[in-house]
C-alpha cells in the first residue's frame, strides 16, 4: 500500500465560518431544552455517576434500558466531576455538528472538491429537523461524527485509527456494526482482501460490551430496541426515509441519486464511497430489525444522503467547469 499524500489542511477562515455558520443554524432551529428521549439517558448517566449502576430507577436492579453506552459513560463522567449533564450533553452535540461539517469539507478538500463539501454541509444544515435531532442533547451528533470521521481517517490511509474510532461507533449504538462493516466491504470492492487485524478492535469493542451485558442484564439488547420492536406502527425505514427526503428536497434527492453510482466509478473517493456503503448497510440492518422509525435513526442517513448529494453536484460542478471555454 503507499503511503498516504500529506493532507490538504482546511484554511483557517472557513474553519471559522463553518464554527458560524453552525452556532447560527443550532440559534436558528433549535429553541428547546433536550428532546424527551435525552432524558432517559441523562437518568442512567446519573445513577451510574452516583453508584447505582446501570439503573433507572436506584434500588431496583441494574437494566439496559440505555442504548447508547459510550454516551451514557461520557456524562456520566461529566456528572462525577460535577458539570450539569443536559448542559454538557448539549454542548457536546452543538461541537459533534461542528465536528461533522468540518470532516466534510476536510473530505471534500482533500480531492480539491471543496465545492461539493459546502453544497453537502449546506444542504445538512438547512434541513430542520436534522439540526433540531443533532443539537437535541442525545448521542446522534456525537455518533454521526464519530462515523463520518471512520470514513475520512480510511480515505487518508490510516487504517488503524479508522478501525479503532468504528470500535467508538459500535460502543456508541449497536446499528455502528455499520461502520466497521462499510469499511470491510470496501476492503474488499477495492482492494480485493480482508483487513483482518482492523476487524479485531470492533469484534472486541462488541464481544466487551456484550460481556458485560450479559452479565449485569442478563440480555444483550437494549430494552428500548425491544420495546420499540413491539410498537405496531414500526414503518420499514427503507421506505420512510426515501419518502420524506424525496418529498422535502427533490434536487436534492436528484443530486443524491446521481452520487451514489458515481461513487462507484473511478475515480474513486474511499469517504465517499464507504459513506455509501454504510448507508445501505444501515438501512438493511434497521428495515431487518423492524424497529419503529424515529428522527435520530433518519440523521445518519440524512448525513450520508448529504455527500453523496455533494459528490454528485462536485461531479456536475466539474464537468461544466471543463467545458467552459478559458479566457
Same mark, same amino acid.
Given at each position: 500500500?503507499?503511503?498516504?499524500?500529506?493532507?490538504?489542511?482546511?484554511?483557517?477562515?472557513?474553519?471559522?465560518?463553518?464554527?458560524?455558520?453552525?452556532?447560527?443554524?443550532?440559534?436558528?432551529?433549535?429553541?428547546?431544552?433536550?428532546?424527551?428521549?435525552?432524558?432517559?439517558?441523562?437518568?442512567?448517566?446519573?445513577?451510574?455517576?452516583?453508584?447505582?449502576?446501570?439503573?433507572?430507577?436506584?434500588?431496583?436492579?441494574?437494566?439496559?434500558?440505555?442504548?447508547?453506552?459510550?454516551?451514557?459513560?461520557?456524562?456520566?463522567?461529566?456528572?462525577?466531576?460535577?458539570?450539569?449533564?443536559?448542559?454538557?450533553?448539549?454542548?457536546?452535540?452543538?461541537?459533534?455538528?461542528?465536528?461533522?461539517?468540518?470532516?466534510?469539507?476536510?473530505?471534500?478538500?482533500?480531492?480539491?472538491?471543496?465545492?461539493?463539501?459546502?453544497?453537502?454541509?449546506?444542504?445538512?444544515?438547512?434541513?430542520?429537523?436534522?439540526?433540531?435531532?443533532?443539537?437535541?442533547?442525545?448521542?446522534?451528533?456525537?455518533?454521526?461524527?464519530?462515523?463520518?470521521?471512520?470514513?475520512?481517517?480510511?480515505?487518508?490511509?490510516?487504517?488503524? @485509527? /479508522?478501525?479503532?474510532? &468504528? *470500535?467508538?461507533? %459500535? +460502543?456508541?449504538?449497536?446499528?455502528?456494526?455499520? =461502520?466497521? $462493516?462499510? !469499511?470491510?466491504?470496501?476492503?474488499?470492492?477495492?482492494?480485493?482482501?480482508?483487513?483482518?487485524?482492523?476487524?479485531?478492535?470492533?469484534?472486541?469493542?462488541?464481544?466487551?460490551?456484550?460481556?458485560?451485558?450479559?452479565?449485569?442484564?442478563?440480555?444483550?439488547?437494549?430494552?428500548?430496541?425491544?420495546?420499540?420492536?413491539?410498537?405496531?406502527?414500526?414503518?420499514?425505514?427503507?421506505?420512510?426515509?426515501?419518502?420524506?427526503?424525496?418529498?422535502?428536497?427533490?434536487?436534492?434527492?436528484?443530486?443524491?441519486?446521481?452520487?451514489?453510482?458515481?461513487?462507484?466509478?473511478?475515480?474513486?473517493?474511499?469517504?465517499?464511497?464507504?459513506?455509501?456503503?454504510?448507508?445501505?448497510?444501515?438501512?438493511?440492518?434497521?428495515?431487518?430489525?423492524?424497529?419503529?422509525?424515529?428522527?435520530?435513526? @433518519? /440523521?445518519?442517513?440524512? &448525513? *450520508?444522503?448529504? %455527500? +453523496?448529494?455533494?459528490?454528485?453536484?462536485?461531479? =456536475?460542478? $466539474?464537468? !461544466?467547469?471543463?467545458?467552459?471555454?478559458?479566457?
Amino acid at each position: 500500500m503507499s503511503s498516504p499524500a500529506a493532507p490538504r489542511r482546511l484554511p483557517l477562515p472557513v474553519l471559522v465560518g463553518v464554527a458560524v455558520v453552525v452556532v447560527s443554524a443550532c440559534l436558528l432551529y433549535y429553541d428547546q431544552g433536550p428532546v424527551d428521549d435525552a432524558w432517559i439517558t441523562y437518568r442512567y448517566a446519573r445513577n451510574l455517576a452516583e453508584g447505582a449502576g446501570f439503573a433507572f430507577n436506584p434500588g431496583h436492579g441494574q437494566e439496559q434500558g440505555s442504548s447508547t453506552p459510550l454516551f451514557t459513560l461520557l456524562l456520566a463522567s461529566a456528572h462525577a466531576l460535577g458539570l450539569d449533564i443536559p448542559r454538557i450533553a448539549l454542548v457536546l452535540s452543538a461541537l459533534s455538528l461542528c465536528g461533522i461539517a468540518v470532516i466534510i469539507l476536510a473530505a471534500f478538500h482533500r480531492r480539491g472538491a471543496l465545492v461539493g463539501g459546502v453544497f453537502a454541509v449546506a444542504l445538512l444544515l438547512a434541513q430542520r429537523d436534522f439540526v433540531h435531532v443533532v443539537v437535541g442533547g442525545m448521542e446522534t451528533a456525537f455518533y454521526v461524527v464519530l462515523v463520518l470521521g471512520a470514513f475520512e481517517l480510511w480515505a487518508r490511509e490510516r487504517r488503524g @485509527l /479508522a478501525f479503532g474510532v &468504528a *470500535a467508538l461507533c %459500535v +460502543l456508541t449504538r449497536l446499528d455502528g456494526l455499520a =461502520v466497521p $462493516a462499510a !469499511l470491510v466491504a470496501y476492503a474488499l470492492v477495492a482492494e480485493r482482501r480482508v483487513p483482518w487485524r482492523g476487524v479485531a478492535l470492533p469484534a472486541a469493542a462488541l464481544a466487551l460490551w456484550l460481556g458485560v451485558a450479559w452479565l449485569l442484564f442478563g440480555d444483550p439488547l437494549p430494552a428500548s430496541w425491544l420495546a420499540k420492536r413491539s410498537h405496531t406502527g414500526a414503518r420499514l425505514i427503507t421506505w420512510h426515509f426515501a419518502h420524506q427526503w424525496i418529498a422535502s428536497s427533490p434536487s436534492h434527492a436528484a443530486l443524491a441519486a446521481l452520487g451514489a453510482p458515481l461513487a462507484l466509478t473511478r475515480p474513486r473517493d474511499p469517504f465517499v464511497l464507504t459513506t455509501l456503503l454504510f448507508a445501505c448497510a444501515y438501512l438493511v440492518a434497521f428495515s431487518l430489525a423492524g424497529v419503529e422509525v424515529y428522527a435520530w435513526y @433518519l /440523521a445518519p442517513l440524512q &448525513a *450520508a444522503g448529504a %455527500v +453523496l448529494a455533494g459528490h454528485g453536484f462536485a461531479r =456536475v460542478w $466539474a464537468s !461544466l467547469a471543463r467545458g467552459r471555454p478559458r479566457p
